[in-house]
């Protein structure tokens, strides 16, 4: 099973609203990711996870808060955002961020997010 | 900072038809593996190389590494309409904490 589950596939929501994305994994892996991608772009690191702890914050705004509750779940939480935070949010995980040598992320199936 | 270039940025082509998808890079990376994503759609993982000069194939796909771990391709042999999609090439890096280094990117549609 390589599969990594988000919830909700689509996301409406206004500047003052607070929402959550949510992303679970069941492969055992130890490493959580976010992304974001925008129109026919790549995806863009914003947070790491390594064995439930933030080991990497590419410089995302205090509007993104992520936390990892438990090895299986991501979350990502949501406040006061800007309708260029609209994009398609991505959850990828992988086995462990030390690999020997290397080591796969598998993303799961996005949130399409839309600030009005 | 690692660099990677993919190209074509975009390429159309008929149904039967072969192509190539580059990524090079002035760096070395561990691994190198290739994502094809669908509009809306997270990516999916194709196939990852991680020794110089790997050559792994996947039906009508082959991809190749580098010798020296800086560059990587993906031909397609056959293309079918099915093939049309966002190919992404991601280089890993063993220092960066798994940090994956993505290439800009090959728009590929195969026309009937």
Not at chain 1, 13 to 34: D, P
Not at chain 2, 57 to 70: E, H, I, P, S, V
């Amino acid at each position: 099973d390589t599969e990594v589950t988000q919830t909700p596939k689509h996301l409406v929501m206004g500047m003052t609203n607070k929402k959550s994305l949510k992303c679970e994994q069941h492969m055992g892996h130890r490493a959580m990711y976010w992304y974001k991608q925008k129109a026919k772009k790549p995806p863009e690191l914003m947070f790491v996870y390594s064995y439930e702890k933030l080991s990497i914050n590419e410089s995302v705004p205090s509007r993104f808060s992520p936390e990892c509750p438990n090895s299986s779940l991501l979350n990502l939480h949501l406040h006061a955002l800007q309708p260029e935070d609209s994009a398609l949010y991505l959850c990828a995980s992988s086995q462990d961020t030390v690999p020997p040598p290397w080591d796969e992320q598998f993303f799961g199936p996005g949130t399409r997010l839309t600030v009005l | 900072t690692q660099l990677l270039e993919q190209s074509p940025q975009f390429l159309s082509i008929q149904e039967g038809e072969n192509l190539t998808v580059y990524c090079n890079s002035s760096s070395v990376f561990s691994s190198l593996q290739w994502y094809r994503q669908e509009p809306g759609e997270g990516p999916v993982l194709l196939v990852t190389v991680v020794t110089g000069g790997e050559v792994k194939k996947l039906k009508r796909l082959t991809f190749q590494f580098g010798d020296a771990r800086k560059d990587s391709s993906l031909h397609i042999t056959a293309a079918q309409p099915g093939d049309t999609g966002l190919y992404l090439c991601a280089g890993g890096n063993n220092n960066a904490g798994n940090m994956l280094t993505f290439g800009g990117g090959t728009r590929l549609m195969v026309k009937p």
